[in-house]
């Protein structure tokens, strides 16, 4: 086993009537196929496109990890109506929507993306800025262009040209971020012993 894990983070919408009938056959894909490759699973211990993510990892018998708004597990089965299944773990945050985001994306080493909204544009953006690798599911949803529209007006597509990747498979997007992953660790003279 390799020391320490990757964390794979999957966002995507908690409400998927947009995305398309295989949204949620991709997402459960995708979550096995981060597994497969040895990574840790991380999401917002949310509904649709992501719950569905972390049933695939789980699936294969992974680590999954959530990372709430709410502040404590009553609140986010009760106020926030959230599921607690699929997951290992679920931290707690307090900090509403916008606060979990942040602290999602930047506890993982990576951030896939796939059909999503709002809330996944801002989990988009945070990551962005941040520079980390970033996987985009491409489907019959319009997310994908919406991503392509925000990397181009951003005026720092070339920045992060090495760090980006879309795909419809989701084995070849998990692959390529994950290679990218680590070759950012040995470009930054990071070894683990």
């Known amino acids: 086993m390799e020391y320490p894990k990757y964390k794979i983070c999957v966002s995507g919408a908690a409400e998927t009537s947009h995305c398309g009938d295989d949204s949620f056959e991709v997402a459960e894909e995708l979550g096995r196929e981060i597994v497969r490759q040895g990574a840790v699973f991380v999401d917002g211990a949310t509904t649709g496109f992501p719950y569905w993510a972390a049933k695939g990892a789980k699936s294969e018998g992974g680590i999954v990890v959530g990372v709430s708004p709410a502040s404590s597990k009553t609140e986010h089965i009760l106020n926030y109506k959230l599921p607690i299944d699929y997951h290992d773990m679920i931290m707690y945050t ?6 979990r985001n942040l602290l999602l994306t930047r506890m993982a080493d990576a951030v896939i993306f796939g059909c999503g909204r709002m809330g996944t544009m801002n989990e988009f953006t945070i990551t962005f800025e941040d520079g980390k690798p970033i996987g985009i599911i491409e489907g019959p949803w319009e997310t994908d262009e919406v991503f392509r529209n925000i990397i181009e007006k951003s005026h720092r597509a070339e ?35």
Not at 94 to 99: I, L
């Open 159 to 193: 920045e992060m040209a090495d760090k980006i990747f879309f795909g419809s498979d989701p084995k070849e997007v998990v692959t390529k971020v994950l290679a990218r992953v680590r070759s950012m660790e040995t470009e930054n003279h990071i070894a683990y012993e």
């Open 94 to 99: 307090g900090h509403g929507y916008s606060g």
